[in-house]
Each structure stands twice: as C-alpha cells, then as structure tokens.
C-alpha cells in the first residue's frame, strides 16, 4: 500500500519568476517551474536524453530540452515535441506559509 506525504521542497521566496530550477526532494531530482501565478514540478531529467530540464528554456508551459530540443509541457508531463515520447513524471504542488510542497508518493 503507497502513502502520500507533502514535502517541504524550498521556499517559495526562491522562486524564479516565469523560470525552471532544479532542486532536491526525498532523494529525487525535481525541476520546478513558475508560469506566472502558479507552480509545477515534474522529474528533472528527460526521458529521451537525460539531460536536466532546469538547463532548458522554459516557455510559457513547456520546457525544451537542452540536449536534443524534445518539449514537455510543465502541468502534466506530457511531450509536447518530438524526439521526446515518453512523458515526465508530475508532481502535484501546494503552496502555503510562504513554502512549495510536492506531493510524493
């Protein structure tokens, strides 16, 4: 049987404004991305190439890849632009007390 548990991943102060950062959480690699008022996170890494999506360009509510320009769009994971296929890992996200929670399973 899984629990769910909301993690403490960063202050919401740290934040980038409209921008992707990688940060730590229970031992995964996260990218959490900001669109104007609200927060996404999925896995960090691409599922085609593996390279760490917080070195991507975020725009508007897809991430492009660094390493073969694959998309993903940030609130589901979903592929957005080949050669990417296999979507990204999402997490659901809450803020409250000035704190990002992901919900991890």
Not at 24 to 45: I, K, Q, S
Not at 49 to 61: E, K, M, P, V
Request: charged fraction near 25%; hydrophobic fraction near 35%.
């Amino acid at each position: 049987m899984s629990t769910t548990n909301w993690v403490d991943a960063l202050s919401a102060d740290d934040l980038p404004e409209d921008d992707v950062m990688g940060v730590a959480v229970a031992g995964r690699d996260v990218a959490v991305y900001t669109v104007g008022e609200a927060v996404y996170a999925t896995d960090n890494l691409c599922t085609h190439g593996r390279a760490r999506l917080c070195d991507g360009f975020l725009d508007g509510h897809e991430i492009e890849c660094p390493l073969h320009q694959g998309k993903f769009d940030v609130r589901d994971g979903q592929p957005t632009c080949a050669p990417v296929t296999a979507p990204l890992r999402s997490y659901p996200v809450k803020v409250e007390g000035g704190r990002v929670f992901l919900q991890i399973d």
